[in-house]
Nanobody, 116 residues
Framework: QVHLIESGGGVVQAGGSLRLSCTAS????????MGWFRQAPGKEREFVAV????????KYADSVKDRFTISRTPEENTVYLQMNSLKPEDTAVYYC?????????WGQGTQVTVSS
């Protein structure tokens, strides 16, 4: 069973940056495209970004395109999300999982709060 642990969240002012990390306790396989998702208070969890196993391809939600960058280090079983030019509407709990379908149990997530 793979367990996902997200970290790196915090409180930042609008325009600031944060780097999130997601580490998998078990070994990720070559079919595991990994993604970041987020859930704001009172809203459904939504897709943010996905990266292929080889890191050769990425895809982003329109709302974060050109501001967020997803990356991964397969040998470390870690996926990152570099978030720049943060906006108050980016405030949410951020989660990682396989994408587009989440196969693993959801982790605790990491809270990102952007103040205006």
């Amino acid at each position: 069973q793979v367990h996902l642990i997200e970290s790196g969240g915090g409180v930042v002012q609008a325009g600031g940056s944060l780097r999130l990390s997601c580490t998998a306790s078990g070994r990720l396989g070559p079919n595991n495209n990994m993604g970041w998702f987020r859930q704001a208070p009172g809203k459904e969890r939504e897709f943010v970004a996905v990266i292929s196993w080889s890191a050769a391809s990425t895809k982003y939600a329109d709302s974060v395109k050109d501001r967020f960058t997803i990356s991964r280090t397969p040998e470390e079983n870690t996926v990152y999300l570099q978030m720049n030019s943060l906006k108050p509407e980016d405030t949410a709990v951020y989660y990682c999982n396989t994408a587009p379908i989440a196969y693993f149990p959801w982790g605790q997530g990491t809270q990102v709060t952007v103040s205006s």
